[in-house]
């Protein structure tokens, strides 16, 4: 995914952490899964779903509505402000009503400095979408543009969570962006996945069924190394 956070919302960015492992694994696999279905593909807020069609295959899957981010009104509407919201919409909605100040209004507002470039409109829907993915440690997430105002959603794909195998290849690149918080991003990762996840003051182990993986944490919190037992 390449993604490298914005963490411009302070409310956000305990989810934005979370979610920054789990959201990458997700959508490595939902691009590898779809790769082959990239001709078109149509989202039906009123069903709730969206289709990808190939030359060969159409897949349809559960899609729901995150936020609408607008460079006009330079504002992020949230789900449960639209008609088409649904629980994961009202989830969020109860988030804000218990505390983050970002969702606690239907629409919200840029930072004062936030440019309204194409490029900075994109950033920030991925940021929605990993700290979506780390709020309800699920996912992944699509983005697209629907006129000038980007769409973001959070998907329930019919393929298998990865396992410790299937991710072991992708470490290296995982940690290359730099994690807000290593802890909470292996943590997110693990519940996300459905992983059992240990952890004791210099480190946290990793297990599923397939495997398991030892990682150790510096004096900073940060991972330093990584063992993996496949």
Request: charged content about 20%; overall charge negative.
């Amino acid at each position: 995914m390449g993604y490298a956070p914005l963490d411009i919302y302070p409310g956000l960015r305990p989810f934005l952490a979370k979610g920054q492992l789990l959201a990458q694994v997700l959508q490595d696999q939902m691009i590898k899964k779809t790769e082959h279905l990239e001709d078109k593909f149509h989202v039906d807020l009123a069903s709730g779903t969206i289709t990808l069609t190939g030359k060969h295959e159409t897949l349809q899957m559960p899609c729901h509505f995150v936020a609408s981010i607008a460079p006009g009104p330079r504002s992020i509407l949230w789900g449960f402000a639209h008609p088409r919201g649904d629980n994961v919409a009202a989830t969020l909605e109860e988030w804000g009503q218990n505390g983050v100040a970002e969702l606690a209004e239907p629409e919200l507002p840029f930072p004062d400095a936030f440019p309204e470039t194409p490029e900075a409109i994109t950033g920030l829907a991925h940021e929605i979408g990993v700290a979506v993915c780390g709020m309800l440690t699920s996912g992944p997430y699509y983005t697209f543009l629907a006129g000038e105002s980007r769409q973001v959603l959070l998907l329930d794909p019919p393929f298998e969570r990865p396992s410790i195998r299937d991710v072991g290849a992708m470490w290296t690149r995982l940690l290359s962006e730099g994690l807000l918080d290593s802890r909470q991003a292996v943590r997110g990762l693990a519940e996300g996945l459905g992983w059992k996840c240990d952890e004791r003051p210099d480190g946290m182990s990793l297990s599923d069924s397939q495997g398991s993986i030892e990682i150790e944490l510096d004096d900073h919190g940060r991972i330093s190394k990584l063992y993996e037992t496949l």
